[in-house]
């Protein structure tokens, strides 16, 4: 008589436990890491626009970021406390951002057979894909409008020249569009995730979340978009 034995798979590794390994605490990260990025596309935005009143109120604003808290504190010491409160806000949305899609992986390893995207928005579900985009892009747009190193009109140039320089480039004014309509469907999706997140949403208030979501993006990349198709078709010279 034949014995038929079955292997079993051993004990699944238990989970991290513990708050800065919970869901919650992850996911609040994320939006508060957002809000402060949102305050600061919204503070830059407005700072783009002045490119519509010439190069020497443009140039002008641009110093003065550099010399804000002078003479108490060394120039450029504001705005480096600006860059690095940035850079820790983004590194912290990326780390919980991938670690919630870990952790999401870990509790369900087989995919489901039939997807359900009824519910979910085009955002919601190329939110990963599009924070990849977005990191390009940064790095891009520093290398192109920050430090002048990508740039036609090179490092020694004024903000305002590399602004035009670099827009006269269709290539590089479609790019930037692209990547900014991506960003417009992070922040909307961002922006209706973190007031759930952060308890400000229920079913009667989620249709008014998704509108006024939507309507921020819009009108924050559509400000951001005015600056480098403006340049192209020469209304900024």
């Known amino acids: 008589m034949a014995t038929v034995t079955t292997q079993q798979a051993g004990p699944r590794k238990a989970p991290k436990t513990g708050r800065f390994s919970s869901s919650v605490f992850k ?39 550099r010399e804000l808290g002078e003479p108490i504190l060394p120039r450029l010491t504001v705005l480096t406390i600006i860059r690095v409160v940035l850079l820790v806000a983004v590194a912290a949305h990326i780390w919980a951002a991938v670690s ?45 409008l920050t430090l002048g190193a990508v740039n036609p009109a090179g490092r020694d140039s004024l903000p305002y020249g590399r602004l035009v320089e670099g827009f006269q480039n269709p290539i590089v004014t479609i790019w930037y569009a692209v990547a900014l309509v991506v960003l417009g469907f992070h922040i909307r999706h961002g922006v209706w995730s973190a007031t759930q997140t952060l308890g400000h949403s229920n079913k009667r208030r989620e249709r008014a979340l998704n509108i006024f979501a939507t309507a921020f993006a819009v009108v924050l990349i559509g400000g951001y978009l005015l600056i480098p198709f403006s340049v192209l078709f020469g209304i900024i010279d």
């Open 100 to 144: 919630l899609w870990r952790q999401a992986k870990r509790a369900r390893p087989i995919g489901y057979v039939t997807k359900k995207r009824v519910q979910q928005s085009y955002a919601s579900r190329t939110m990963r894909w599009g924070g990849i985009i977005l990191i390009l892009f940064i790095i891009w747009h520093i290398l192109d």
């Open 27 to 65: 996911k609040s990260v994320m939006a508060v890491s957002g809000i402060i990025f949102v305050l600061y596309l919204i503070a830059h935005m407005v700072g783009n626009l002045k490119a519509f009143a010439g190069a020497d109120t443009f140039n002008h604003y641009s110093e003065f970021l």
